[in-house]
């Protein structure tokens, strides 16, 4: 029995491609792009780890966000599992935002 051998550069782009279609309920701009997603982890069993902040600790999606987020990249094929970390350290500001981001919200 060959076992399928996973592009694991192709699953973060998917992984990054879904974390793209969440967004901060307060700002029209994916968590991707505002610099919510601090880093991305999967290991030889596709066990995925996210390490995220949000836009400031009393966040009202401070529950149902990371959730979201761990629903989604779940279902991704070939993704085994997937679990998020929230951290404020560092905490989060606006130059943690793409150019891209910025732009959208008129900051350049």
Do not use: H, Q
């Amino acid at each position: 029995m060959e076992e399928t051998i996973i592009d694991t550069a192709e699953l973060g782009e998917s992984i990054v491609k879904i974390l793209k279609t969440i967004y901060d309920p307060e700002i029209p701009v994916d968590i991707y792009e505002l610099g919510l997603i601090y880093d991305v982890m999967v290991n030889t069993d596709y066990e995925v780890k996210i390490l995220m902040t949000l836009t400031s600790p009393n966040c009202p999606v401070a529950e149902s966000l990371p959730r979201e987020v761990e629903e989604k990249v779940k279902s991704i094929t070939n993704v085994k599992d997937a679990e998020v970390e929230i951290t404020f350290d560092p905490p989060w500001s606006k130059d943690l935002m793409s150019e891209e981001a910025k732009l959208e919200l008129g900051m350049l």
